[in-house]
């Protein structure tokens, strides 16, 4: 028996892939325009599989660049039977059905950059759409990242996200910011990880195209919202001190994606490539 939903998880893979070859190629047409004396950087991409069941993706990661010290953009489209620690999860969030039929399906984008200049703030976005016999949804979203605040740049970032979200649900912007600050909060250190941005999952609102629609938007909110930030900050002059604000930062990242990140857990259980689900991780980073 075919599976239901077929041409729309093949419409929401494409759009996926799709929105990663265009984050890439504006990555490196900033590298491009950034100034150094080295040569601009240029992603190194690698197939991934998945250890068990099917599926893969493409790893695309950049390292030593002129604005880029370590970027990921990573699609992927995998499908088999989840393991039983990860239906007991589905099972809680309520998705119906875990137990009767423990098949899956997901695709998705995910990228996390870390930048040269530490006036540059690192950032996270991704999307994704996940289906099982018994449910479908989206989710995703994106924040910002600085050691060094800017109130200029968060609002720049906040209000492109506003605008995405407004045409779509007159309380998404004011919902999904809040789910973001509570989501990438970081109990340990009784502290945000960054400035926030939107997130959202589980969204299932009944109609796909409309959420899909959604979840678009967001994606395509992406590069307006972080761009400008990037190139107007890759110039600007930092002191040693700076550097050392910059890695201890990193560190409050690194703690929270090894320790909370739901999609790290998710990718690490279901047997995707680890150095794929690693990628976010920072390539230098300190703890005092």
């Known amino acids: 028996m075919t599976d239901p939903m077929t041409t729309e998880r093949q419409q929401a893979a494409t759009w996926f892939h799709d929105l990663r070859d265009r984050i890439v190629a504006a990555f490196e047409a900033l590298e491009d325009r950034a100034p150094g004396d080295s ?3 240029r992603f190194e991409v690698t197939p991934t599989t998945r250890a068990e069941d099917g599926g ?13 010290e370590k970027v990921g953009v990573n699609w992927s489209q995998v499908h088999g039977t989840l393991a039983p620690r990860a239906q007991a999860a589905m099972a809680a969030r309520g998705v119906a059905g875990m137990d009767q039929d423990p098949r899956f399906w997901a695709s998705g984008i995910s990228l996390v950059a870390h930048m040269q200049n530490p006036h540059a703030p690192a950032v996270h976005m991704n999307t994704r759409m996940f289906w099982t016999p018994g449910a479908w949804w989206f989710g995703g979203g994106t924040d910002l990242n ?21 045409p779509h649900g007159d309380d998404y912007y004011d919902r999904f910011k809040a789910w973001a600050d509570e989501y990438f909060f970081i109990p340990h250190r009784g502290r945000a990880r960054g400035v926030g941005g939107i997130f959202y999952d589980d969204l299932n609102t009944g109609d796909w195209q409309a959420d899909f629609a959604f979840t678009r ?43 909370y990140d739901r999609g790290t857990k998710f990718g690490l259980e279901t047997g995707h490539n680890a150095d794929a689900v690693l990628m976010s991780l920072p390539p230098l980073a300190k703890w005092v």
Do not use: K, W
């Not at 893969?56 to 880029?68: E, P």
């Open 39 to 41: 040569a601009p950087g």
């Open 56 to 68: 893969g993706g493409l790893m695309s990661v950049m390292r030593g660049g002129r604005a880029f």
């Open 146 to 166: 600085p050691c060094i605040e800017y109130d200029g740049d968060t609002a720049h970032f906040h209000d492109t996200l506003r605008d995405a979200c407004g």
């Open 217 to 259: 938007a967001v994606g395509q909110a992406f590069l307006p919202a972080f761009l400008p930030l990037a190139e107007a900050r890759m110039t600007q002059a930092f002191a040693d001190a700076d550097r050392d604000t910059q890695l201890i930062h990193r560190g409050l990242y690194a703690e929270y994606n090894l320790v």
